[in-house]
């Protein structure tokens, strides 16, 4: 069993940055990667961004890439998202989830884990 709290939404202008965090409690931290996805009001959860277990690789969606930055400290079981240059249209729920293996994924039914999400707001 992995539990996983987020962190660090709230309300920001456009061009703004926020830094979201994921506790991770239960399995070790280094046995699962970790990814995060969002859901805007009216639309379906998309992917965000993944990180493997060791934190050596990553992989961003189109929509975040080069403006998100995802890491990990395995030592302390936390995941983190910078996300910076934010705009409107970034507004949803924040998810962290963790999926079992060596594979990162980007389809949200591959993970086993997930967190209750925070509240991003970006205003323009």
């Known amino acids: 069993q992995v539990q996983l709290v987020e962190s660090g939404g709230g309300l920001v202008q456009a061009g703004g940055s926020l830094r979201l965090s994921c506790a991770a409690s239960g399995r070790t931290s280094s046995t699962y990667a970790m990814g995060w996805f969002r859901q805007a009001p009216g639309k379906e959860r998309e992917f965000v961004a993944v990180i493997t277990r060791s934190g050596g690789s990553t992989y961003y969606a189109d929509s975040v890439k080069g403006r998100f930055t995802i890491s990990r400290d395995n030592a302390k079981n936390m995941g983190y998202l910078l996300m910076n240059s934010l705009k409107p249209e970034d507004t949803a729920v924040y998810y962290c989830?963790?999926?079992?293996?060596?594979?990162?994924?980007?389809?949200?039914?591959?993970?086993?884990?997930w967190g209750q999400g925070t509240q991003v707001t970006v205003s323009s």
């Open positions: 989830a963790a999926r079992l293996g060596v594979r990162a994924a980007i389809d949200e039914t591959e993970y086993d884990y």
